[in-house]
């Protein structure tokens, strides 16, 4: 069964750039919805963005929205999260997620996860 690798994590200050890189290990992937979920200490995981794909629209969860910005390269098999302006409150392991279904009411969007997760990569973010 294929895997999903994530990489990229780190410790930033406020107002930095991170970016998140998740590598599919087959072409498997390259038929799913891709999409990253994250989950701070303490509290449930949460969406972060979603992409079918890559020139079809994306979605984010209304948190990180205008700060974040999913991309996916099928050529590489790759799906990257670009977090800019980051904050404090984005601390967290974040994991890449396959066979995702994001859905939206309004301007709050969420997703239910797909059953294919990485082990995840942690963002600190301090002020």
């Known amino acids: 069964q294929g895997r999903l690798v994530e990489s990229g994590g780190g410790l930033a200050q406020a107002g930095d750039s991170l970016r998140l890189s998740c590598a599919a290990s087959?072409?498997?992937?390259?038929?799913?919805?891709m999409g990253w979920f994250r989950q701070a200490p303490g509290k449930e995981r949460e969406f972060v963005a979603a992409i079918s794909r890559p020139d079809a629209p994306t979605t984010y969860s209304a948190s990180v929205k205008g700060r974040f910005t999913i991309s996916r390269d099928k050529v590489k098999n790759t799906v990257d999260l670009q977090m800019d302006s980051l904050k404090p409150e984005d601390t967290a392991v974040y994991y890449c997620?396959?066979?995702?279904?994001?859905?939206?009411?309004?301007?709050?969007?969420?997703?239910?996860?797909?059953?294919?997760w990485g082990r995840g990569t942690q963002v600190t973010v301090s002020l």
């Open positions: 997620n396959a066979d995702l279904a994001s859905y939206c009411s309004g301007s709050m969007c969420d997703a239910l996860p797909g059953d294919y």
């Open positions: 087959d072409r498997t992937f390259s038929n799913y919805d």
